[in-house]
């Protein structure tokens, strides 16, 4: 089975093919037209931009990633669309182009929840994550720890219940504000993860919400302690801003670590799996790997190429939603930017 995936949420215009024969999962193209450059003017994304882009860009995207595939699109067997959560315009573009492809093709249609995306996308490994799950997904909008459970009658993942997220800012709005008030351009989570391999993190930032007896995240307060550092030490040198870059960085992938390892004593599942844009994050990867005890839970993390917005995640929770039978009709699809997952 031969599925298109579409994504147009944020800034990233994408389509992929993923071939899926049972458990085996193959991406066959996945082409992603980025609008950082065009988000860099504003130091950030303008939603009414990001749509004129998505538009522009979302027909020569499809046709090139079916070409990539080898394939044409009678070839096709399946369309899988993010239907939210995630800027209206913006959706509007994927989900009016798979209703119409739909409509014209008489494909069947999967409206994929994002953040379904995102976790979906660590099963894009040689080897496939075992069900209970516990999963953090961290991007530019959501800060989330998740339950995943199987479907027995296929061994797929079927439902999603929330465990914990952010009061405030996700961890990549974070990484983002930061690094605007550090002078560096959008998107700055990579920004702050380069400067801090230059740095240590040795100013002391807090640490929110990390020792409370929850799963909630809250992330507001770091940006306006590094406000408040910046406005006491306006003339920082490079070392200096290296040195916050990293404390910054230390500062959220501890809370990160620090409530998924608390997690995952308390709810004992199979496996953990961390995905999202801030899923690239280097320290994030290892710290959250060497926390977990070596013989308790395998971490699944979704490979680099796949961990910011990308079709081929979308593809693949559409090959889940199809095995569970979760279709949507072209007739009847509409965007949900509030969709939230596990509620
Ligand atoms: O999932 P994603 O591509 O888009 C959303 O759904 O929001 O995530 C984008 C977020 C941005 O906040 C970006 O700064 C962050 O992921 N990000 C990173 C890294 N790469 C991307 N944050 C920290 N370290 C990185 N290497
Ligand atoms: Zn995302």
């Known amino acids: 089975m031969k599925i298109l995936g579409i994504e147009t949420s944020c800034d990233d215009t994408s389509v992929a093919v993923v071939k899926a024969e049972k458990k085996k999962l193959q991406v066959l193209s996945c082409v992603t037209a980025s609008q950082i450059l065009v988000h860099q003017k504003t130091g950030g994304v303008v939603p009414e ?3 004129r882009e998505h538009a522009a860009v979302i027909i020569p995207t499809l046709i090139a990633a079916i070409k990539k595939a080898g394939l044409e699109l009678k070839d096709i067997d399946a369309l899988a669309v993010t239907a939210g959560p995630g800027l209206a315009t913006a959706l509007m573009v994927g989900v009016e182009t798979s209703r119409t492809l739909s409509f014209a093709t008489g494909l069947p249609l999967f409206a994929v929840n994002h953040i379904a995306g995102h976790l979906a996308s660590c099963w894009l490994n040689e080897k496939i994550p075992s069900l209970p799950a516990l999963a953090l997904v961290v991007s530019g909008g959501h800060t989330e720890l998740l339950w995943l459970s199987e479907n027995p009658s296929n061994h797929s993942w079927k439902t999603t219940k929330l465990i914990g997220k952010t009061r405030d800012d996700a961890a990549g709005e974070a990484f983002d504000k930061s690094a605007k008030l550090l002078g560096l351009p959008y998107p700055g989570g990579p920004q702050i993860a380069r400067l801090a391999e230059k740095g240590q993190p040795i100013i002391d930032l807090p640490r929110p919400m990390l020792n409370e007896e929850n799963f909630e995240f809250s992330f507001s307060g770091l ?3 590094v406000m408040y550092y910046l406005r006491d030490k306006p003339r920082l040198d490079f070392q200096a801003r290296a040195n916050l870059a990293a404390s910054v960085q230390t500062a959220i992938v501890q809370v990160l670590v620090g409530k998924t390892l608390k997690a995952a004593e308390k709810l004992k599942p199979k496996n953990v799996l961390l ?24 971490l699944f993390i979704s490979p680099q190429a796949y961990t910011t917005d990308n079709g081929a995640m979308i593809a693949t929770a559409g090959y889940f939603q199809f095995l569970n039978h979760q279709k949507s009709h072209w007739q009847t699809l509409k965007i949900n930017p509030i969709w939230e997952l596990g509620r």
């Not at 995905?275 to 395998?298: H, I, M, T, Y």
Request: charged share 25%; proline share 3%; no cysteine.
């Open 223 to 225: 940006k306006t302690s």
């Open 275 to 298: 995905a999202g844009g801030v899923a690239a994050n280097e320290k994030l990867r290892s710290d959250l790997q060497n926390a977990l005890p070596k013989n308790g839970f395998e």
């Open 49 to 51: 931009v990001a749509a």
